[in-house]
Structures are given as C-alpha cells and as structure tokens.
C-alpha cells in the first residue's frame, strides 16, 4: 500500500513541513519545519531569516519569504553538498538502493544542500515530537508519497504528472528507516 500525504489535517497531516510541530535545530526552536527549511535559504542574510522565523504561518514562511527571490538565496542551495556537509550525517541509507517506484535509478535523496538540510530538519523533528515519530513508524514498510497534484511541485512530491522525484516521501521513508 503507498501512503499519501500533503495537508497538515489529514491522516498522516504530521508528514508534512506545515504541521504545527515546533522544531529546535539551528539553535532556535521554528514555529514548523517548514518555517527553519525556508529560512536556511538565507544564512548569510541573518535580516531575511528573521523575516522567516517570524512568519505567521507556515504559508507565509514559503510563500512570502521562502520562494522571493528578492532575498539573497544561499549560493549553494542546488549545489552538491561538501564532504563536510555529509560527514554530520551518519548511517544514510538510499531508498531502496536508489531505485524508484518504477524501477527508475533515482538520485541519491541527499544530492543537493536544500536536501540536506530537508532531511535535518525533518530528523530534527521527528525525533522531537513522539506522536509524529510513531506515526511515522506505524507506517511500516509503505511507499510514503508527498501527493502535490494540487500545488504541481514534483520535486519535493510527486506533481501533476505523478511522476515526480517525491523527494520528501524518500527522505521520511530514510528516517524512518534510521529511527527504528
């Protein structure tokens, strides 16, 4: 059975960066995951990650802060990350050997820094937050898929298409794997 997730009150709504978990990783505790992911965009820019950090919602943290490209984006945010960047990560396993849903060699889910820090911040949390931690865990062996038909992104779900790289779902499913 494959799990779909997206909207913060539907079933498995703990899944997604909206949810209103509070996470202390980059020391501050981040009203939602997605509130510290979006501000990590600009850690050079200590003004824009206020900006971020004080958000009302998770939406505005995205939507108003997160994706204007008016603020200085971290040069490196769809670069590979460095050695050094990796080696704070131990034991990451590639989804199923890197081998997608339809047999498709995917890319390793830590490819880029914005994954890297997708997967901190989401560790972070469910280590923090015992419910989300076992319903993740309930979850068992399932394919977790981000379903963002609606809003279209395939690369942190599966997009329109259903096709898409659904890198959130891999990442959850990592974690998954390393809290058991």
Same mark, same amino acid.
């Given at each position: 059975?494959?799990?779909l997730?997206?909207?913060? #009150? #539907? ?5 997604? @960066?909206f949810? $209103?978990?509070?996470? @202390?990783?980059? #020391? ?44 200085p984006? /971290?040069p ?11 080696? !704070? =990560? ?6 199923e050997?890197? =081998?997608d /849903? ?30 989300? $931690?076992?319903?993740l !865990? ?10 963002? $038909?609606?809003?279209?992104?395939a ?20 974690? $998954?794997?390393?809290?058991?």
């Amino acid at each position: 059975m494959t799990i779909l997730f997206y909207h913060q #009150d #539907d079933p498995y709504g703990c899944f997604s @960066n909206f949810s $209103r978990h509070p996470v @202390n990783i980059y #020391d501050r505790v981040w009203m939602t995951s997605e509130h510290a992911f979006q501000a990590m965009k600009f850690h050079t820019s200590p003004v824009h990650m206020d900006l971020v950090f004080n958000a009302p919602t998770p939406g505005q943290a995205a939507n108003k802060h997160g994706r204007n490209r008016s603020y200085p984006l /971290r040069p490196d945010w769809d670069q590979a990350p460095s050695i050094q960047q990796l080696s !704070l =990560i131990q034991n990451i396993r590639v989804f199923e050997d890197g =081998i997608d /849903r339809k047999g498709v060699v995917a890319e390793h889910p830590l490819a880029r820094v914005k994954d890297v820090i997708m997967y901190e911040v989401c560790l972070a949390k469910f280590q923090q937050h015992e419910a989300c $931690r076992k319903e993740l !865990l309930s979850t068992g062996d399932e394919i977790l898929i981000e379903d963002t $038909r609606s809003s279209g992104d395939a690369y942190w779900g599966w997009g329109t298409s259903m096709v898409g790289e659904n890198k959130l779902g891999r990442l959850l499913m990592t974690i $998954r794997q390393q809290l058991r």
